[in-house]
């Protein structure tokens, strides 16, 4: 596994444009509707102790810890959106082939079109699926699961307009947690989030699942509805103890409210549920560097990670930087051997990963920690080769030329350094600037209205 922190985000922000969508059997419960199980109920839906009133810009935000554990909150919010519901990935279609080849056989047939149609859906091929959809639904218009997926496949396919034509048709004849959800799914994609938490929130109502849960809690989690959404995950929990994803998002929450303990709690039990799944470990590296002290329950646990994959260049790094974190409240003497220990397993990293530009930038940290300057330079230069836009790098590069009697060269990466700053800190308000914050009206107050829409 590749890693940078940097592309990890780069990576798994995209699949959080389907976030909360499961593309399994759409004909089976578009065409039944979901009930609700009794079990699964939940009395935070029943009676919820806060209305979403609206929304305000960013500059509204209550923010906690520096700037860097902001940021970090943020970009674990919308990573969260992108956890995989559990057994998604083991869901199992009949191969591409035959199904082209009953197309063939039978072209106009509304079960081919819809199966191969319903197949691209499924892999994630919305231009492809959208002809097939089409064709069955001009077959059986009346077929509600084939329009449901139809409504899905145009949603990927970036036809807003259109998914929501066919999802509310379908929910004028049928008021189901999936169409709820579907559209909410919509209206966070046409910047409409106050539509999209209160069909969430409908959702739920109708259907508890572990799903539905997930998708309310982190539309509340996106636009900084911080408690609410730790609520609704901490519900989720407790009808869904097996879920870690929704255990990873409740960590994820509770860190943006400064619950940086109860995250790692909820991490730590994340990462025991399948400790084999390499993801929870990852949100635990990510608040563990980010969290003002070391987190006691996340070393043994990317201890464990690295044991268990040992070429995996990411879990290296992270299990490295928790030690560099212990080390913090330790004395120099007695930090000797965990040091060396951090730093064979950068050495690791960068080993696996040639283009691992954290790791090289940490190492470059010890050499020059140690008076190795220019042992120290090599690295952050390493650093910088694998990755330009590290800011960092160029500012502790110039100050060890700085200290090898460069003044040129470090003005140049001082230069530099700020230049990637002030294009990052632009990136980052535009994010935030885009993602708007939810106006939360708790139970007491004026425009408290449990269930509004």
């Known amino acids: 596994m590749d890693c940078s922190l940097r592309r990890f985000v780069l990576l798994v922000l995209p699949i959080a444009l389907l976030a909360g969508t499961v593309h ?34 960013w500059t509204a935000v209550g923010g906690h810890g520096s700037d860097s554990t902001l940021r970090t909150s943020e ?9 995989k519901p559990p057994g998604e990935a083991k869901e199992a279609y009949e191969s591409e082939t035959r199904l082209r080849a009953a197309l063939a056989g039978a072209p106009g ?19 492809e699926s959208i002809p097939l959809l089409q ?52 209206d966070e994609k046409v910047s409409d989030p106050l539509a999209a938490v209160h069909e969430d929130e409908q959702a739920v109502r109708l259907d508890p699942s572990e799903q539905n849960y ?12 911080v408690w609410q959404a730790a609520e609704v995950f901490r519900q989720g929990t407790r009808a869904y103890p097996e879920s870690a994803r929704m255990l990873t998002a409740l960590g994820t929450a509770q860190f943006a409210g400064a619950l940086y303990e109860d995250a790692a709690a909820s991490l730590c039990a994340a990462a025991d549920l399948n400790p084999a799944d390499p993801q929870p470990y990852l949100f635990l590296g990510r608040i563990e560097m980010a969290a003002p002290t070391p987190l006691g329950c996340v070393a043994p646990r990317l201890a464990r990670l690295v044991q268990q994959q040992p070429q995996n260049s990411l879990a290296n790094y992270l299990y ?38 954290d790791a090289y930038l940490q190492l470059g940290i010890l050499a020059f920690s ?3 300057t220019e042992k120290a330079i090599g690295y952050y230069t390493r650093a910088i080769e694998a990755q330009p836009q590290l800011g960092e790098a160029h500012y502790r ?34 994010q935030r600037r885009e993602v708007k914050q939810f106006l939360v009206v708790l139970e007491g107050q004026p425009g408290y209205h449990p269930g509004s829409k």
């Open 24 to 57: 399994r059997s759409f004909s089976q419960t578009a065409a039944q509707g979901t009930k609700t199980d009794p079990s699964k109920a939940m009395e935070f839906a029943d009676k919820p102790d806060f209305t979403i009133a609206g929304v305000t810009d």
């Open 135 to 186: 064709a069955a639904y001009q077959a059986e218009p009346s077929n509600p699961g084939n329009e449901y997926d139809l409504a899905a496949a145009l949603m990927g396919a970036g036809d807003f307009s259109g998914a929501r034509e066919h999802a509310r048709k379908l929910l004028a004849h049928q008021d189901t947690a999936d169409l709820h959800r579907l559209l909410g799914e919509l």
């Open 320 to 357: 490295a930087m928790a030690i560099l974190k212990g080390l913090q409240q330790t004395s120099d003497q007695s930090a000797r051997e965990p040091r060396q220990q951090a730093e064979t397993l950068l050495t690791r990293a960068v080993t696996i990963d040639p283009k691992c530009a």
């Open 109 to 127: 047939n509304f079960a081919a079109n819809h199966e191969l149609g319903a197949f691209y859906l499924h892999a994630g091929r919305y231009r």
């Open 370 to 372: 140690q008076h190795q």
């Open 214 to 225: 997930f998708a309310w809690g982190s539309e509340l989690l996106l636009h900084r509805a």
């Open 75 to 83: 970009d674990l919010a919308r990573e969260t959106q992108a956890l």
């Open 397 to 430: 590069l110039g100050i060890a030329y700085d200290r090898t009697g460069a003044p040129d060269r470090a003005r140049q990466e001082f230069q530099l350094h700020d230049e990637i700053e002030k294009q990052q800190a632009a990136i980052v308000e535009r």
